[in-house]
């Protein structure tokens, strides 16, 4: 079948490309360790900071997302080191892999794939671990399997109550640029990010922000580590370079969106996922759908993940989609497979990109025969623009 106009890509990261960004990575490659690459360099790791809301280094990987979480982890422990990690879905599943693999003993939390990290869960374990045997807690921020966002200022408040030294590692793959995550205000000590997600760069970039409690922590992490040492990242990033040949053209990309970024604000980039959060939920509501995340104050708004009826395939639902309105959704992942679709509704995206995604979800569901109510566009537009209320002016340009 042709396809015309542009492809929705509607799923939870990658997410879609801002023309500006895909301009500004259409240029030679240049010299890695010339002056020009130094300014570059300077630019996207000071640029970083601000999203990051953290005063501490921020390390560039030419990597995916899942390379940042090993470096966050090899990087700040030695084997046998005592972890605990949050059951929250398929991405916290991938943290409890990678630990297992490097030889740590990890304590894997139990979930429910419905809900987020459970304050009162960390504080039986910290508070029984009188001898600081666990020397970190690993939490998925936003657990783009199941649209769940765990509330990592509670979980901090826990370790701070119970004067627990572990340090707080944080997956902000989903969240970063969409979600409001403060590093600094939160004391998280290591965040673990990519470049696909919210920054709305292609993917291939992975992150790492630290804390100087991590730094330390690094001095004495005996994990072997080579490519992902970060001491030999920042000894180079003094200058603006890298130890190894970097991702050139995505680091321009990364540049131009953080420019785009500054030129809106952050707050309003949090209150615009919030705006398209609310209003997917509403349709979803209004077809008579479940969302898979069960706790209110857990809702994501970069993304929403909803179950299809029993004996209604969700896979098939999204090939229809596919076929007929050329949008591709986030499938279910690990045990949600068939059984629930992701709508991604992170990154560079307005409200009539909401529409439309939101109309292909409804025809698909007329389409797949799959029982729901009608009015879901119905209920997101007014969810979007509340009759009686008028819109206020964009608080954006300026900058
Ligand atoms: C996408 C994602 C990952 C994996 O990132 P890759 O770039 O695919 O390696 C890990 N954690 C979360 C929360 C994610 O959303």
Known sequence: MIHTGRHFLQIPGPTNVPDRVLRAMDQPVIDHRGPEFAELGLAILSGLREIFQTRGHVIVYPSSGTGACEAALINTLSAVDRVIIFETGQFSDVWHQIGERLGLDVDYVPGNWRRGASAADLEARLSSDTRHAVKAVVV????????????????????????????LIVDAISSLGSIDFRMDEWEVDVTACGSQKGLMVPPGLGFNAISEKALAANKNAKLPRSYWDWQEMLKHNQAGFFPYTPATNLLFGLREALTMMQEEGLANIFRRHVRHGEATRAAVRAWGLEIVCEEPLEYSNSMTAVFTPEGHDADRLRKIILEHFDMSLGAGLGKLAGKAFRIGHLGSFNDLMLAGTLSGVEMGLRLAGIPHKEGGIMAALNSLTPSGTRKPEPASVSR
């Not at 826990?158 to 627990?164: A, D, G, P």
């Open 140 to 167: 998925v921020h936003n657990e783009t399997s199941t649209g769940v966002t765990s509330r990592i200022p509670e979980l901090r408040r826990v370790m701070n109550r119970l004067r627990h030294p572990a340090l």
